[in-house]
């Protein structure tokens, strides 16, 4: 006797479902024979036809339906299950795809005599099979050199991550409304690409800013838009290193920057740095035909030091003489707390010598994978020629924002508030050092910067610590991780500038009691 059933599928013909609170439909009758009980329910997430695939499936694997075994037709099908006759097709036709079911012209739909022989292995044993292992080449020589110095990489952000900006203190209502503003009606130019150098509108706003902030003598059209210093290296060095040209690397220097150079198959010298700067002298003395230096000035990584003007003057006499090229990574500079700021290195370059790199990493938020770089007038052809190469350029959209986030105000405003933040955090660090290891970690003020470099004892190595500190939740890159050679100093980065005054006391505390015990 038929009834109306509860479980959605239209008209049940075989009684009231058993479990109505799940509103499942079970099926008796001519299917069950071969199938067995198929169980849908109507208030899955699965769709229904998916639901069927799989009661199928299983019966064939199962092999409650034999290889060769006809089905019933569609119609009957979806009458006896109570469900359209689309729902029924689209099931089949799903099994078609998959191999289990095959159709004959004017016979019907029959189970597949050859099935999927990988899924019957992975039924009957519980396990995937998989190929015999295949001999082949592996990474070349240099791919496995770049991957044995290359690292993983890091997503956490404990204390003392170096590079890591307060977050919590973004104006982010002001960044979701620029951003929503270009969504509701974005020019087709955000749609389909634009000009390889970047957003005009943003390499506007960039130059202004550039040029009232640090001295920076440009244009828009020296100017291009990149997904970071990264980038901007990759960038510079496919422009202006053949492979095996020479070039200089702070020692010791970012190891983003070192990566990058071998990868465009540089030949790196490591010259060291002084309280002044790069060593010039050295310089020339390891490596006198140089093509390319790349610095970081304004605050070096991961040392701290600010190149002196002097130096500035002779560095820039270098390469006047050697014909060669300077790479500036300024990728902090506006975190300045005491001091006029030095005049920029570009700004100082009469010859156009001297290749500017910045990010909004460090003042936004890393997330953004925005940067941007200023170069010479004669190289601009060339950078945008080798940039279609590379790739096309970040988010229009996201471009779009940033430009309106710094033509109206926000990024000035936001980064004043950072500065006198991150001053006070760089003072408190400073303290709590002090009072939690006494004078066993050297720590010197920095005028400008996001970290500070905490020095080891001489003839403590610093390599043995990492792992324990990670382990106990505290993020302290060592120093000699930042030297290519051996190291002539060691100790540990402390970033200060993303974490308040309770996680620093929590981490100093932790550095106070694994750093003397070891």
């Known amino acids: 006797m038929s009834q109306v059933c509860r479980c959605k599928l239209r008209f049940c013909r075989y009684g009231e479902c058993p479990t109505d609170p799940i509103r499942r439909h079970l099926l008796y009758r001519s299917v069950a024979a071969h199938l067995g009980a198929i169980f849908i329910d109507a208030d899955a997430l699965e769709p229904l036809y998916r639901q069927l695939c799989f009661a199928i499936r299983d019966a064939i694997l199962g092999a409650r339906l034999r290889p060769g075994q006809r089905l019933p037709a569609t119609r009957s099908f979806s009458r006896d299950l109570g469900l359209s006759?689309?729902?029924?097709?689209?099931?089949?036709?799903?099994?078609?795809?998959?191999?289990?079911?095959?159709?004959?012209?004017?016979?019907?739909?029959?189970?597949?005599?050859?099935?999927?022989?990988?899924?019957?292995?992975?039924?009957?044993?519980?396990?995937?099979?998989?190929?015999?292992?295949?001999?082949?080449?592996g990474p070349s020589k240099r791919g496995t050199y770049l991957s044995s110095?290359?690292?993983?990489?890091?997503?956490?952000?404990?204390?003392?991550?170096?590079?890591?900006?307060?977050?919590?203190?973004?104006?982010?209502?002001?960044?979701?409304?620029?951003?929503?503003?270009?969504?509701?009606?974005?020019?087709?130019?955000?749609?389909?690409?634009?000009?390889?150098l970047g957003l005009a509108p943003l390499?506007?706003?960039?130059?202004?800013?550039?040029?009232?902030?640090?001295?920076?003598?440009?244009?828009?059209?020296?100017?291009?838009?990149?997904?970071?210093?990264?980038?901007?290296?990759?960038?510079?060095?496919?422009?202006?290193?053949?492979?095996?040209?020479?070039?200089?690397?702070?020692?010791?220097?970012?190891?983003?920057?070192?990566?990058?150079?071998?990868?465009?198959?540089?030949?790196?010298?490591?010259?060291?740095?002084?309280?002044?700067?790069?060593?010039?002298?050295?310089?020339?003395?390891?490596?006198?035909?140089?093509?390319?230096?790349?610095?970081?000035?304004?605050?070096?990584?991961?040392?701290?030091?600010?190149?002196?003007?002097?130096?500035?003057?002779?560095?820039?006499?270098?390469?006047?003489?050697?014909?060669?090229?300077?790479l500036k990574d300024d990728y902090d500079s506006e975190y300045r707390y005491?001091?006029?700021?030095?005049?920029?290195?570009?700004?100082?370059?009469?010859?156009?010598?001297?290749?500017?790199?910045?990010?909004?990493?460090?003042?936004?938020?890393?997330?953004?994978?925005?940067?941007?770089?200023?170069?010479?007038?004669?190289?601009?052809?060339?950078?945008r020629s080798i940039r279609v190469l590379i790739d096309s350029h970040p988010s229009s959209v996201a471009q779009a924002a940033l430009a309106d986030f710094i033509s109206e105000g926000f990024l000035s405003a936001h980064i004043r508030r950072m500065r006198a933040l991150y001053s006070t955090r760089q003072a408190t660090l400073i303290e709590l050092v002090r009072q939690e290891l006494g004078g066993f970690l050297k720590l010197t003020?920095?005028?400008?910067?996001?970290?500070?470099?905490?020095?080891?004892?001489?003839?403590?190595d610093d390599t043995q610590l990492p792992q324990k500190l990670c382990s106990a939740g505290v993020q302290a890159p060592p120093l000699s991780a930042f030297y290519d050679k051996t190291p002539s100093r060691s100790g540990f980065l402390l970033g200060y500038a993303g974490f308040g005054e309770t996680e620093m006391t929590n981490a100093t505390r932790t550095l106070a009691q694994i750093i003397p015990k070891t």
């Open 338 to 383: 005491r001091g006029r700021p030095l005049a920029a290195l570009q700004g100082l370059d009469e010859e156009g010598r001297v290749i500017y790199v910045g990010t909004m990493s460090k003042v936004m938020f890393p997330g953004l994978r925005i940067g941007y770089m200023v170069i010479p007038d004669d190289l601009v052809d060339a950078f």
């Open 445 to 460: 003020p920095k005028d400008a910067g996001m970290h500070l470099l905490a020095e080891l004892p001489r003839g403590l």
């Open 85 to 137: 006759r689309n729902t029924v097709v689209s099931a089949f036709d799903q099994l078609l795809a998959e191999g289990y079911i095959e159709g004959r012209t004017g016979a019907g739909t029959y189970v597949s005599t050859t099935l999927p022989e990988e899924l019957l292995n992975a039924r009957a044993t519980g396990k995937t099979s998989r190929p015999a292992k295949i001999q082949r080449r």
């Open 203 to 326: 390499r506007e706003a960039i130059a202004s800013y550039l040029g009232a902030a640090r001295a920076v003598q440009c244009d828009s059209n020296q100017v291009i838009i990149v997904s970071g210093a990264q980038q901007a290296i990759d960038l510079t060095a496919h422009v202006l290193i053949d492979p095996g040209a020479s070039v200089w690397m702070e020692e010791p220097g970012f190891q983003g920057m070192r990566g990058a150079l071998l990868a465009a198959g540089a030949e790196l010298a490591a010259v060291p740095v002084d309280n002044e700067g790069i060593s010039v002298s050295e310089g020339e003395r390891v490596a006198p035909d140089a093509r390319l230096a790349c610095v970081s000035p304004s605050h070096q990584y991961p040392l701290g030091v600010t190149m002196t003007l002097g130096r500035r003057l002779v560095f820039l006499e270098w390469a006047s003489r050697a014909d060669a090229f300077i």
């Open 149 to 196: 110095i290359s690292g993983r990489g890091s997503t956490r952000t404990s204390a003392f991550s170096p590079g890591i900006p307060e977050l919590a203190e973004f104006p982010f209502e002001e960044w979701a409304r620029l951003l929503g503003r270009k969504w509701r009606d974005p020019p087709r130019s955000f749609l389909v690409g634009n000009d390889p």
